[in-house]
Nanobody, 127 residues
Framework: QVHLVESGGNLVQSGGSLKLSCAAS????????MGWFRQAPGKERENVAA????????WYARFVQGRFTISRDNAKRTVYLEMNRLNPEGTAIYYC????????????????????WGQGTQVTVSV
């Protein structure tokens, strides 16, 4: 069982930036692909970004459009999502996710492929 704890969510003005963090409880999480998905009020969950355990393969949703960067520090068992040029459509709860198949070489872009997720952190972007 892997516990994921997100942090970094906040209220930010449109055009602003935030950096989210996700800390994993288990050492084995360093070998898992991880990612972020979000859910806005009244909308379906949507995957945002994902990264393999090594960082060699990264995927972003099309709506990211070069504004977000996912990264990880395996020594700290932490994954980050740096978000720039946020707009009100970015208002959502952002969740960290982990795919427990170790040392995978490709990221999964489907939320259902991930085995664990955290409680989420709220991001609110004001106009």
């Amino acid at each position: 069982q892997v516990h994921l704890v997100e942090s970094g969510g906040n209220l930010v003005q449109s055009g602003g930036s935030l950096k989210l963090s996700c800390a994993a409880s288990e050492l084995t999480a360093s070998s898992y692909a991880m990612g972020w998905f979000r859910q806005a009020p009244g909308k379906e969950r949507e995957n945002v970004a994902a990264i393999t355990w090594s960082g060699a393969s990264i995927w972003y949703a099309r709506f990211v459009q070069g504004r977000f960067t996912i990264s990880r520090d395996n020594a700290k068992r932490t994954v980050y999502l740096e978000m720039n040029r946020l707009n009100p459509e970015g208002t959502a709860i952002y969740y960290c996710e982990a795919d427990e198949k170790p040392y995978g070489v490709a990221v999964n872009t489907y939320i259902s492929a991930y085995d664990y997720w955290g409680q989420g952190t709220q991001v609110t972007v004001s106009v």
